[in-house]
């Protein structure tokens, strides 16, 4: 081998290590940017629900929902499309607090909500996007809780799958 195509061949591997840390900052850029931005939590009751502000994955407090958290959150495509997931928790002002997930597909720079999971998913502590597919890890009780359910697949190890279609409009 010469050492022109010896080279080459560093700087064909040089090219492909940078590209791939190059992605590396925006995904964690996706998560920053959602856990600043405004989302609409679920009524409990009647209408749409109430729009939250984040700022660093903390809801600022307003008199309808007087506390809110981003618990966990993930980045990652489902097809072509960057999406992001987020599992909130908040509360109305009464004795109990309420969990969903929250999907953002990225249109035109910016994250737009898309979808709502409502099913109960409390126990949720890590999410994933692969496969087309959003992971959800959860207490294993829990877990079997969506045993038989339309959608929903049980991973193992606490995991639950589920396609995106499975989230409200």
Do not use: C
């Not at 939250?52 to 994955?57: A, L, S, T, W």
């Not at 980045?75 to 009464?94: D, E, F, K, L, M």
């Not at 409390?122 to 996007?129: A, M, Y």
Request: no cysteine; aromatic share 8%; proline share 4%.
């Amino acid at each position: 081998m010469t050492r022109s195509v010896a080279l080459q061949r560093i700087i064909i591997v040089l090219i492909a290590v940078v590209g791939t840390f190059y992605h590396l900052p925006a995904q964690g850029q996706a998560s920053q940017n959602l856990k600043n931005m405004r989302a609409r939590v679920p009524s409990m009751g009647e209408g749409p629900g109430d729009w939250v502000q984040f700022r660093n994955g903390l809801g600022v407090k307003t008199e309808a929902v007087p506390y809110a958290q981003m618990r966990s959150v993930a980045t990652g495509r489902i097809g072509n499309v960057p999406t992001s997931v987020a599992h909130v928790t908040w509360n109305t002002g009464g004795s109990g607090n309420w969990s969903a997930l929250l999907m953002f597909v990225e249109s035109k720079g910016k994250q737009v909500q898309v979808g709502t999971f409502t099913h109960y998913i409390g126990s949720t502590d890590k999410l994933e996007i692969k496969n087309n597919r959003i992971f959800v890890h959860l207490d294993s009780e829990d877990a079997n809780a969506f045993k038989g359910m339309s959608g929903v697949k049980l991973e193992g190890k606490g995991w639950i799958s589920m396609a995106p279609k499975e989230f409200e409009k």
